[in-house]
């Protein structure tokens, strides 16, 4: 018990530091059009949102089976709270009908979504947080660990919400489907790890997928983390994140297949029909 406490304080430390760094402002450079620029937006996979971070969508990797997930239809970002008009007009004309937020009460108080007029639902999976570790015990040795060891929790701690993200994705009617957490990098990049495994999309592709998220985080927090040196590894995502994930339910739980039809409930050929073409 001792144990599964001290690893829930460790996911809210490091929630509550993305929220803080997510302070600062947006990167308002993205170039690319979904609709206008396909060759340019495949390349990228970023969407133009001046005020949302690390917005993009999952199509166009290429499956076991020879087809490929059909672009258009799951997008992944960092909270809305800062959506401009413009941002909102270009979400609305997806048009997204679904938003799945996975962040804890405090984080959606602090800073609420902005939502289209295309939303349908939207549904909160909290990925909830313990009791705060002491800012005092990060040392330039343990932070390094942290996200490990967070990746690690969410395959074991959080099936519950991860089996309902499921749930709804497997209701076409819920598409096009956006889902979120604070900065779109850990518990958003573990579901969308797992997204792609259900598609039969190869393990490399998904880190690959994951480290996508690098430069743009990187940019985001750059001044945080000038600031608070020690935590530049809370402010970035690295292969060894993900892959402490991917590993884990490879030793633990008789790998992805199983731990996403065993564990999760998910019907991969229910998936594969949806989101694949």
């Known amino acids: 018990m001792q144990n599964h406490k001290f690893k829930l304080s460790i996911l809210f430390f490091v929630l509550m530091v993305e929220v803080i760094a997510c302070s600062g402002n947006r990167n308002t450079n993205l170039q690319i ?7 340019e937006y495949v390349e990228n996979r970023i969407l133009p949102l001046e005020g949302a971070l690390n917005a993009r969508d999952l199509g166009g990797y290429a499956s076991a089976d020879g087809s490929h997930v ?3 239809m799951i997008f992944r970002t960092g909270d809305l709270n800062e959506l401009t008009d413009t941002d909102l007009h270009y979400l609305n004309q997806i048009p997204i009908k679904t938003i799945i937020d996975f962040r804890d009460s405090s984080e959606i108080v602090s800073a609420p979504d902005k939502v289209t007029a295309s939303l349908v ?3 909160f999976l909290p990925i909830q947080p313990g009791n705060i570790i002491d800012f005092n015990k990060i040392t330039p040795e343990v932070a390094p660990q942290i996200l490990v060891d967070v990746n690690k929790m969410l395959v074991s701690d959080f099936q ?3 089996k309902s993200f499921f749930q709804l994705l497997m209701n076409d009617n819920n598409t096009p489907l956006l889902f979120h957490c604070s900065a779109g990098k850990d518990r958003t990049g573990f579901a969308s790890a797992l997204f792609l495994a259900s598609l039969g999309v190869d393990k490399e592709t998904i880190i690959q997928d994951y480290l996508l998220s690098k430069k743009q985080v990187e940019e985001k927090y750059a001044g945080f983390v000038a600031e608070n040196p020690v935590l530049e590894p ?3 995502v690295k292969r060894e994140y993900i892959e402490a994930a991917l590993d884990l339910i490879d030793k633990e739980y008789g790998g992805m297949e199983n731990y996403l039809t065993h564990y ?3 019907d991969t050929l229910k998936m594969r029909k949806i989101y694949t073409e």
Do not use: D, I, R
Not at 33 to 39: H, L, T, V
């Open 234 to 236: 809370l402010m970035t």
């Open 264 to 266: 999760l409930q998910v």
């Open 33 to 39: 059009s979904y609709k206008n620029a396909p060759k």
């Open 70 to 72: 059909k672009w258009g």
């Open 160 to 162: 519950s919400e991860y």
């Open 121 to 123: 639902n939207q549904f």
